[in-house]
């Protein structure tokens, strides 16, 4: 299938590692100019350099951290200098530290917020008029399938990941018109560098071994394994596509089965 992206311009958030540059890369597979952002100058110039040489599209990066106060004005110049305007923007953010509801103090509450959703929302709204006013915009916000069932020990990421549910909801039913989706991508238990962390954390906290703890998360997924970055990216390329441009205001669960709710 033609997703009929080649040559669209595309900001991934926090894609110097994970999920964010496996969709980094499934776009510019498909002839996208991505522009990458992270911490990590190394890493984001690395990744780029990989993407760069497959030849399929292209891509740029630049150094930034969700947790700036001047995170969306460095994206707006960023944008503007490299991508030369907006046609696709991932919403993706590092999850936060692990602990339970009553390990949540107001500082990191408070800090948390600013990253997972100020930051988010702030810069989604500077970027709309440029969709707007072309007539195409994907916007895509990769959360977590926590936001349907709680999971145990990400009290912060339940909290903050499910303010963006009400959010996406409501913009993607204001921007529609315009032909700007907007749709929420929901990873369950890929494997990436932060579920190997989250094994490590839960196992401390349960006094047993990460293998023990990875065993017991398999058997609660239907699929029997942990999911593959690219098979989330391939779901976030599509949704990201011309042919996905009936769908708009959904939340996709990427997760092998796992949740039990409908």
Not at 15 to 41: N, P, T, W
Not at 95 to 119: C, D, H, I, W
Not at 240 to 259: F, K, L
């Amino acid at each position: 299938m033609d997703l009929g992206i080649s040559g669209k311009r595309a900001l991934v958030l926090a894609s110097s590692r994970g999920l964010g540059f496996g969709i980094a890369k499934a776009l510019a597979d498909e002839g996208a100019h991505v522009l990458l952002c992270g911490r990590s100058a190394d890493k984001l110039k690395a990744n780029a350099d990989a993407i760069n040489a497959e030849g399929r599209g292209k891509a740029d990066w630049v150094e930034a951290d969700l947790s700036d106060s001047d995170f969306v004005d460095t994206m707006l110049a960023a944008v503007h200098h490299k991508l030369g305007g907006i046609d696709i923007l991932v919403n993706n953010t590092g999850g936060p530290t692990p602990g339970t509801a009553e390990e949540m103090t107001a500082e990191k509450l408070y800090n948390f917020f600013q990253s997972m959703v100020v930051r988010v929302i702030t810069l989604t709204n500077a970027l709309l008029p440029l969709m707007q006013t072309q007539g195409f915009g994907r916007i895509l916000t990769v959360a977590s399938s926590g936001v349907f069932e709680p999971i145990p020990n990400l009290a912060l990421s339940n909290t903050l990941r499910a303010a963006l549910v009400g959010w996406n909801k409501t913009l993607s039913s204001e921007v529609a018109s315009y032909g700007v989706t907007a749709n929420m991508l929901l990873p369950g238990r890929i494997h990436t560098d932060r579920i190997d962390e989250l094994d490590a954390a839960n196992a401390q906290k349960a006094g047993k071994t990460v293998d023990e703890v990875r065993a017991a998360s398999l058997k609660s997924i239907p699929a029997g394994r942990l999911g593959k970055v690219e098979e989330f990216a391939a779901a976030a390329a599509f949704l990201c596509s011309v042919p996905a441009s009936y769908i708009t205001g959904t939340m996709m669960r990427v997760d092998g089965g796992a949740a039990k709710s409908i």
